[in-house]
């Protein structure tokens, strides 16, 4: 009897140990006793993870700033809970519920019993992702942006007591942007950068998508975000008073003809549009007649004769190739123009040819093609793929460098991974003073990669972190933030 009383003792202190001293998921880290939320808050958790619990609990995010600083004293005041530490790093906070379903957006039950799982955060902003953008408002004073600055407005009713906004600009708060009254409706104004940005309402504590807002994306948990776009660009077309319909078309929307309409004006037509960064082919399409930009000068033919109107945003950089001055024409080609062989012609200088491009942040490949003969850039060492399908590449604000030591006789080093489909050609480096080198773009997110050394692959030596694959050999694992 007492050595079962003593085994029942140290199973109970293991549970309790590993109560303790394990991370507390978000969506486990709830309960209700005695008719109060009470709730386990660990240091330890990242961004996501306080995102997510912050979304469950309607916790705001502040809040749990001041608790990992160990703010107690501002704590209860401001929000009504109670903080104690119940271990280093792991805190635990309490208040008294309302009501058993005061939180309108989840079921406190469905949270507590375990059977909810907490959609990803949505991203903060995506303005590398998306090529273009355009809102879609069934009333036009539903969203202004201006100079920078962005004005949400919530209709309401004469019942609605308070209205919070809250989305991927400010963490999904849920105390940091009241919204005011107005004889508009209920308005909040907050300076952004040009991007696309998800939001919601929080109307008397119930989360709602903008109902005037034609544009939204499922939030992963029953819902929808509303997303509105900060615009950077306005396509004008002076004149043409008399046409019924003007469409702008471009690369950056597939060239569809039906897609992005434009508003008529005093002086003819214009819409605002989101542009990600780059150089982007366009026309106007006026009552179904395909016309170039009357007011723009830079035009190009792509590979079928059709002439284009170009325009650009972001920084400028050059394709150069030296010598080949008795060319008679060159051009540049790579898979950030699809290919088309004779649509970007460089221009001569004494030392050979040169070409002003402006580029978003990417890897790209590319050739340059002299008096009609394809060939790789002379002078960039770093190419990918082999024989008539090898292409020079092109590095736009590289954010990361793949790195190889101690294969100093190696003939050739390719790294491929998941940012690449693992091409098994790779990306080829190149060797400077015996390490092997190539800069990169990655987009925030998780990869797994693998150098390939004279054929033969392996994992990145340096890097302590990998996985394993279905081969049974493993993957270096890297995390860009």
Same mark, same amino acid.
Request: a neutral charge.
């Given at each position: 009897?007492?050595?079962?009383?003593?085994?029942?003792?140290?199973? %109970?202190?293991?549970?309790?140990?590993?109560? %303790?001293?394990?991370?507390?998921?978000?969506?486990?880290?709830?309960?209700?006793?005695? #008719?109060?939320?009470?709730?386990?808050?660990?240091?330890?958790?990242?961004?996501?993870?306080?995102?997510?619990?912050? +979304?469950?609990?309607?916790?705001?995010?502040?809040?749990?700033?001041?608790?990992?600083?160990?703010?107690?004293?501002?704590?209860?005041?401001?929000?009504?809970?109670?903080?104690?530490?119940?271990?280093?790093?792991?805190?635990?906070?309490? +208040?008294?519920?309302?009501?058993?379903?005061?939180? $309108?957006?989840?079921?406190?039950?469905?949270?507590?019993?375990?059977?909810?799982?907490?959609?990803?955060?949505?991203?903060?902003?995506?303005?590398?992702?998306?090529? /273009?953008?355009?809102?879609?408002? !069934?009333?036009?004073?539903?969203?202004?942006?201006?100079? &920078?600055?962005?004005?949400?407005?919530?209709?309401?009713?004469?019942?609605?007591?308070?209205?919070?906004?809250?989305? =991927?600009?400010?963490?999904?708060?849920?105390?940091?942007?009241?919204?005011?009254?107005?004889?508009?409706?209920?308005?909040? *104004?907050?300076?952004? =950068?040009?991007?696309?940005?998800?939001?919601?309402?929080?109307?008397?504590? +119930?989360?709602?998508?903008?109902?005037?807002?034609?544009?939204?994306?499922?939030?992963?948990?029953?819902?929808?975000?509303?997303?509105?776009? *900060?615009?950077?660009?306005?396509?004008?077309?002076?004149?043409?008073?008399?046409?019924? $319909?003007?469409?702008?078309?471009?690369?950056?929307?597939?060239?569809? !003809?039906?897609?992005?309409?434009?508003?008529?004006?005093?002086?003819?037509?214009?819409?605002?549009?989101?542009?990600?960064? &780059?150089?982007?082919?366009?026309?106007?399409?006026?009552?179904?007649?395909?016309?170039?930009?009357?007011?723009?000068?830079?035009?190009?033919?792509?590979?079928?004769?059709?002439?284009?109107?170009?325009?650009?945003?972001?920084?400028?950089?050059?394709?150069?190739?030296? &010598?080949?001055?008795?060319?008679?024409?060159?051009?540049?080609?790579?898979?950030?123009?699809?290919?088309?062989?004779?649509?970007?012609?460089?221009?001569?200088?004494?030392?050979?040819?040169?070409?002003? /491009?402006?580029?978003?942040?990417?890897? /790209?490949?590319?050739?340059?093609?002299?008096?009609?003969?394809?060939?790789?850039?002379?002078?960039?060492?770093?190419? =990918? @793929?082999?024989?008539?399908?090898?292409?020079?590449?092109?590095?736009?604000?590289?954010?990361?460098?793949?790195?190889?030591?101690?294969?100093?006789?190696?003939?050739?080093?390719?790294?491929? #991974?998941?940012?690449?489909?693992?091409?098994?050609?790779?990306?080829?480096? $190149?060797?400077?003073?015996?390490?092997?080198?190539?800069?990169?773009?990655?987009?925030? @997110? +998780?990869?797994? /990669?693998?150098?390939?050394?004279?054929?033969?692959?392996?994992?990145?030596?340096?890097?302590?972190?990998?996985?394993?694959?279905?081969?049974?050999?493993?993957?270096?694992?890297?995390?860009?933030?």
């Amino acid at each position: 009897m007492k050595r079962d009383y003593h085994i029942y003792v140290m199973s %109970l202190l293991l549970l309790v140990a590993n109560g %303790l001293w394990a991370q507390t998921k978000p969506e486990q880290s709830g309960r209700i006793e005695s #008719g109060k939320l009470v709730l386990t808050v660990d240091a330890d958790w990242n961004t996501e993870q306080r995102a997510s619990f912050s +979304r469950l609990y309607d916790v705001d995010t502040t809040l749990l700033k001041k608790i990992f600083a160990r703010e107690f004293k501002f704590i209860h005041d401001s929000a009504g809970w109670e903080v104690k530490e119940i271990r280093s790093g792991k805190f635990e906070i309490t +208040r008294k519920l309302i009501s058993e379903n005061e939180s $309108s957006q989840l079921s406190r039950t469905e949270i507590l019993s375990g059977t909810y799982l907490p959609p990803p955060p949505p991203p903060a902003i995506a303005a590398t992702d998306e090529v /273009y953008g355009i809102n879609t408002f !069934n009333k036009f004073q539903s969203f202004v942006y201006k100079d &920078g600055r962005a004005c949400f407005i919530f209709k309401g009713n004469s019942k609605t007591g308070k209205v919070v906004l809250s989305g =991927s600009f400010n963490n999904w708060s849920t105390a940091e942007q009241p919204m005011q009254l107005t004889d508009s409706g209920w308005v909040a *104004c907050i300076n952004l =950068s040009p991007g696309k940005y998800y939001y919601k309402f929080i109307v008397d504590g +119930r989360w709602m998508h903008d109902p005037e807002n034609k544009t939204r994306e499922k939030d992963g948990h029953r819902g929808w975000n509303s997303v509105a776009f *900060c615009y950077n660009y306005s396509f004008v077309l002076e004149g043409f008073q008399n046409a019924k $319909s003007v469409v702008v078309a471009g690369s950056f929307n597939g060239w569809k !003809n039906r897609e992005i309409k434009m508003n008529k004006t005093r002086k003819g037509w214009e819409r605002h549009l989101y542009l990600r960064e &780059g150089t982007h082919a366009y026309k106007f399409i006026v009552d179904g007649n395909w016309i170039t930009d009357p007011k723009n000068a830079v035009l190009r033919k792509d590979d079928h004769g059709n002439e284009n109107s170009f325009m650009a945003i972001g920084d400028t950089m050059y394709f150069i190739l030296n &010598g080949f001055k008795n060319a008679k024409q060159v051009n540049v080609a790579g898979s950030f123009n699809e290919w088309q062989n004779s649509e970007l012609k460089m221009m001569p200088t004494d030392e050979g040819w040169i070409l002003p /491009y402006v580029l978003a942040a990417g890897n /790209y490949e590319y050739k340059f093609i002299a008096d009609g003969k394809w060939m790789t850039d002379p002078d960039n060492p770093n190419t =990918s @793929g082999s024989g008539d399908f090898e292409n020079s590449i092109l590095v736009v604000k590289p954010n990361h460098v793949f790195t190889l030591k101690g294969f100093e006789k190696a003939k050739e080093v390719l790294v491929t #991974g998941t940012f690449n489909n693992w091409n098994t050609h790779g990306m080829r480096m $190149s060797s400077q003073n015996g390490v092997w080198l190539l800069p990169a773009y990655l987009k925030p @997110g +998780r990869y797994s /990669y693998k150098f390939v050394v004279d054929g033969q692959w392996i994992i990145d030596p340096d890097n302590p972190y990998y996985e394993e694959n279905q081969f049974g050999t493993d993957n270096s694992v890297l995390w860009i933030e």
